[in-house]
């Protein structure tokens, strides 16, 4: 008897491969996987002998790709970058015309362009796919984030769809309760196409510039209560549960109120009171803020959050400097509940700035890309399953469902109403960190993004006759057509001479 062909193949199973290889067979399909390191590929197969679909080990790449029902399927989650383009340079001498190969790892969206084109050519089909939500995402349900060939990803959506995680179809809540053998039954699934070629790890890189953001913001409220208020860890992880029940609620505030309660097992104090201010990172933050450079989009706050892990890691100077150089004395001695309202707006306030940045900045990457991005859709896959999933995502929903061709979340009824009403506490907040000494780099850069998208005018007036007197790079005019540009001979200031360019 002829033995059954598996429905998709893994290739590396370090633990965001494993659980991912689960998920699927939980979910009835059979998944045939490979590992470099045979022993590691036996391993995981003989501690899983029950899953629904089944587990098969390959010991050869020969083997796996021939376990393959066609068009074969093939996942690769190894290490982004050299590491994917030594499996895929190994794997294509083995594969049939209309074989698909799945990248799901971080990759750079440019690299997936690249790899999609390389791979056409040779009559294979590429999708780079972004995985969020961590190991416990890719055992239980992720947010993913396809892009590349279209026709391609209908034969794989059926799988993508069952493995994702699911969100309440009325509330965008995500749905849980998922264990191992039995995944969630019903919901809407947290994926969607992205586009073509590089589309979905555009998508995830964007997402993980947002994360980061979040992260630091969160960060902020943090200190300025430690600050100015004076709290201890688990005072400040009860006011971040309360938070967590509001329109703040998401996966990251959650945590943080888990991570503020926790007890350091050796020492008994908080936990967050004996981890080293260091943060790593792992570049997709500095991806996002480049890019947004490179395309003239502002970002400063997704920028802000990257500069601000730089600052942390150089800890030794910051210790030396912090006894040469003294900030200001004053203390906050006003009501403890008004200032942590007034945190809560300042988050939430700038939020909104950051998510609107990381919308404008894939706005303006469909352009460039010739991409269709559903941005309505895009927030909706993000509500559950990735790291930056929050009831707020469901705004963004509805407000792209309002106007699909929005320009900017801030212009949408709800995001102005909000920012409208909470931007005094906000403006409260970032002016007694400032006088207190406390650093609020997202917070203060979410205000100054803000102000600067309502001023009609900026003084970037100044700035471009600044360059056309030292450069001669020209200025346009405010009583003259956009288009027309001017230089005057500015050494010579009494006697003006104005020339078209």
């Known amino acids: 008897m002829a033995q059954t062909k598996s429905d998709i193949g893994l290739i590396g199973l370090a633990v965001m491969g494993q659980n991912l290889a689960l998920n699927i067979a939980d979910h009835g399909f059979r ?59 190994s794997l294509v001498p083995l594969l049939d015309k209309n074989d698909i190969v799945i990248d799901g790892g971080n990759a750079l969206w440019t690299d997936t362009i690249r790899r999609e084109q390389a791979l056409r050519a040779k009559g294979l089909r590429f999708i780079g796919s972004g995985v969020s939500g961590g190991e416990e995402g890719a055992r239980f349900g992720p947010a993913l984030m396809p892009g590349g060939d279209p026709a391609a990803y209908k034969e794989l959506e059926p799988i993508w769809n069952a493995i994702a995680a699911k969100v309440d179809a009325k509330t965008g809540r995500p749905l849980s309760g998922a264990a191992p053998g039995k995944p969630i039954q019903g919901g809407v ?66 945590i943080t109120a888990d991570i503020l309660q926790q007890k350091d097992p050796v020492t008994r104090k908080p936990i967050v009171d004996v981890i080293l201010d260091t943060a790593g990172q792992k570049g997709t933050g500095k991806w996002t803020s480049v890019n947004a450079l490179d395309m003239g989009v502002p970002a400063p706050t997704i920028a802000e959050s990257v500069f601000a892990r730089c600052l942390s890691a150089i800890k030794e100077e910051r210790v030396a400097a912090a006894k040469v150089l003294k900030g200001p004395s004053r203390k906050y001695k006003g009501s403890r509940e008004a200032l942590v309202a007034a945190i809560h707006d300042a988050l939430y306030c700038s939020k909104i700035c950051s998510y609107a940045q990381g919308f404008q900045l894939m706005r303006e990457a469909q352009k460039e890309y010739k991409w269709k991005l559903n941005f309505g859709e895009i927030a909706q896959i993000w509500r559950g399953g990735c790291i930056i999933r929050a009831v707020f995502l469901q705004k963004i929903t509805e407000a792209y469902a309002r106007k699909p061709d929005l320009a900017n979340l801030l212009l949408d009824p709800y995001f102005n109403k909000t920012v409208r009403q909470a931007q005094e506490n906000w403006r409260k907040v970032v002016a007694l960190a400032v006088e207190c000494g406390v650093p609020v780099p997202t917070f203060s850069s979410a205000l100054a993004y803000y102000d600067s998208y309502r001023s009609a005018r900026l003084p970037a007036n100044l700035l471009q006759a600044q360059r056309d007197y030292f450069g001669a790079h020209t200025y346009e005019r405010t009583d003259r057509p956009r288009g027309e540009f001017f230089h005057i001979d500015w050494p010579e200031a009494g006697r003006p001479q104005l020339a078209m360019k």
Not at 46 to 73: I, Q, Y
């Open 31 to 89: 998944i045939s996987v490979y590992n470099r390191t045979t022993e590691k590929t036996e391993k995981f197969v003989a501690e899983n002998p029950t899953t629904p679909g089944g587990l098969h080990g390959a010991k050869t790449l020969e083997e796996f790709v021939g376990t393959l029902s066609r068009p074969r399927k093939i996942i690769i989650l190894v290490q982004a970058g050299k590491g994917t383009d030594a499996v895929i340079d």
């Open 189 to 254: 699934p947290c994926a969607t196409y992205s586009g073509e070629t590089g589309a979905g790890h555009y998508e995830k890189m964007v997402h993980n510039g947002i994360e980061y953001g979040d992260m630091q913001m969160i960060c902020e409220a943090y200190a300025v209560m430690k600050g100015l208020l004076g709290l201890k860890a688990p005072e400040m992880g009860a006011i971040f549960a309360e938070w967590n029940r509001g329109m703040l609620g998401s996966f990251l505030i959650e």
